[in-house]
């Protein structure tokens, strides 16, 4: 019985402790990916979920992009790893690693009911 209060001070303690947050979270390589394309590619492309325009009206927008008909985890990774079809804009060499993280997170922004913006 001694013991009790100390018990029911450790359980008040873990009660008041925060928890992680519930339901499904983002991956590694999706949020290294997001980190890189706010980074490396928010300057000129929207890249978010919800992005209409771009900063740069010649850059099409990240959801424009993955939710283009036929467009492929293979197809867009191949597109950013072959540097040389990249606009003059884009003069930068991605490796395999980040190409992968862009490409798991580019296409978490796929979307059955896009419509581009008109």
């Given at each position: 019985?001694?013991?009790?209060p100390?018990i029911?001070?450790?359980?008040?303690?873990?009660?008041?402790?925060e928890?992680?947050p519930s339901?499904?979270?983002?991956?590694?390589?999706?949020?290294r990916g997001?980190a890189?394309?706010?980074?490396?590619?928010?300057?000129c492309?929207?890249?978010?979920?919800d992005s209409t325009?771009?900063?740069n009206p010649?850059?099409?927008p990240f959801?424009a992009?993955?939710n283009?008909e036929?467009?492929?985890?293979?197809?867009?990774a191949?597109?950013?790893?072959?540097?040389?079809?990249?606009?003059?804009?884009?003069?930068?060499q991605?490796?395999?690693?980040?190409?992968d993280?862009?490409?798991?997170?580019?296409l978490t922004?796929?979307d059955?009911?896009?419509?581009?913006?008109?």
């Open positions: 019985m001694k013991h009790l100390l029911c001070s450790t359980l008040l303690l873990a009660a008041c402790q928890r992680p339901g499904p979270s983002a991956s590694a390589p999706e949020s997001h890189f394309a706010q980074a490396a590619c928010g300057s492309h929207a890249i978010e979920r325009s771009s900063p010649n850059a099409p959801p992009i993955v283009k036929g467009l492929t985890a293979r197809t867009l191949s597109w950013l790893r072959d540097a040389h079809n990249y606009p003059r804009e884009m003069e930068f991605l490796d395999a690693t980040k190409v993280d862009l490409v798991t997170y580019m922004l796929n059955p009911d896009y419509r581009p913006p008109s």
